[in-house]
């Protein structure tokens, strides 16, 4: 079994910044994939940002320049570090990683509880 726990949302103006950071645990071998999500009211989730265990990134168009995605294997960890937060940053942002496992083999994705993010003056 494999948990994803994120931290880090709140409250916050337009301008201003957070850092997520996303923990997994559990019986894992490694993680290829670790990624943030986003879901506004109303809205379809979208890709934020995804970190492949290389470091290799790659970012919604809204959010380039601005949000900065971040790994720690030794610790399983994902950072997502948002800066200059425009009001429509404000959703749920949801962990994601794609963790294999040994004895057996298996690859499975796994979801966080989400965190709040509202942009708002």
């Known amino acids: 079994q494999v948990q994803l726990v994120e931290s880090g949302g709140g409250l916050v103006q337009p301008g201003g910044s957070l850092r997520l950071a996303c923990a997994a645990s559990?019986?894992?071998?490694?993680?290829?994939?670790m990624g943030w999500y986003r879901q506004a009211p109303g809205k379809q989730r979208e890709l934020v940002a995804r970190?492949?265990?290389?470091?290799?990134?790659n970012y919604a168009d809204s959010v380039k320049g601005r949000f900065t995605i971040s790994r720690d294997n030794a610790k399983n960890t994902v950072y997502l570090q948002m800066n200059s937060l425009k009001p429509e940053d404000t959703a749920v942002y949801y962990c994601?990683?794609?963790?294999?496992?040994?004895?057996?083999?298996?690859?499975?994705?796994?979801w966080g509880q989400g965190t709040q993010v509202t942009v708002s003056s």
């Open positions: 994601n990683a794609k963790v294999i496992t040994v004895g057996p083999y298996s690859v499975f994705d796994y």
């Open positions: 559990g019986s894992i071998f490694r993680i290829n994939d």
């Open positions: 970190i492949l265990y290389g470091g290799s990134t």
